[in-house]
């Protein structure tokens, strides 16, 4: 029997925040951003029209701003010296780190010549301008398992 194990919300939103914010910081790299885990949470509702009654929408009301604290708790991401302003909402002067950089050039590994060979950058790149969960399913868990691995 083949049952197929769906990702749970908490999980799913998670992935999804962190493909926004990684690409994001990849293209301002190496310019530090500030970034608004209200917006980022904003827009993954409204390209994955998430109703308000939904697991994944009650999730985004705290995922965003864990998610990202998460990413720099584990080094993907670092807070840059700079001023801090009060009137800025969320996180300032973020950049990825050398390490979360490099992980997102990279390609996963495979012996199986059928899977997709972009980076990982450039899959959540295609997710997120295509909204296409499944990406950040399959790309983020395993960038993050790999990154801790690595540390």
Known sequence: MNSVVSTPPNIKV???VAAKVLVQLHDSFPTPVNIDPLVVG???VLEEEYVPESA???HLVTAAEATIRFLIDEN???IAHGPQYLEVRGFQNIVLTSKGFSLLQRTP?????TVDRRSYFERFKSLTASGAKVVAS???GPLIARF???G
């Not at 590994?109 to 010549?113: R, V």
Request: charged share 30%; glycine share 4%.
């Open 109 to 113: 590994e495979s012996i199986d010549s």
């Open 42 to 44: 904003m827009d993954v």
């Open 14 to 16: 998670f992935n999804q």
């Open 76 to 78: 993907f991401v670092r």
């Open 148 to 150: 801790l691995g690595s």
């Open 138 to 140: 399959e790309a983020v």
């Open 56 to 58: 994944e929408y009650k």
